[in-house]
């Protein structure tokens, strides 16, 4: 059974830093593409880092590059998004998945990140 579990988010001030954690079960992870998504309340979600299978190429949205890293782990069977500069607009539930529509799993429950003073 595929399994997608994200952690690691929490409330933190504008211009802190958080580094969200998925840690995926269920198939051969270090075959798959793998990105983070998010969505923020009464938005569609939406894609924000994409990382390829042995971790050599990396892609951003617009809006966070320059302050988001993506990695991974294949060891491990984890992914990681290291985040800076959080603005109170990166208020989102996050959530990783594999990058090809075509291998796509159901979704995990996401981790809460809220950006607020």
């Known amino acids: 059974q595929v399994q997608l579990v994200e952690s690691g988010g929490g409330l933190v001030q504008p211009g802190g830093s958080l580094r969200l954690s998925c840690v995926a079960s269920?198939?051969?992870?270090?075959?798959?593409?793998m990105s983070w998504f998010r969505q923020a309340p009464g938005k569609e979600r939406e894609l924000v880092a994409t990382?390829?299978?042995?971790?050599?190429?990396?892609n951003y949205a617009d809006s966070v590059k320059g302050r988001f890293t993506i990695s991974r782990d294949n060891a491990k069977n984890s992914l990681y998004l290291q985040m800076s500069s959080l603005k109170p607009e990166d208020t989102a539930v996050y959530y990783c998945?594999?990058?090809?529509?075509?291998?796509?799993?159901?979704w995990g429950q996401g981790t809460q990140v809220t950006v607020s003073s």
């Open positions: 269920g198939f051969t992870f270090s075959d798959y593409g």
């Open positions: 990382i390829t299978f042995s971790g050599g190429n990396t």
């Open positions: 998945n594999a990058n090809n529509v075509g291998r796509r799993r159901p």
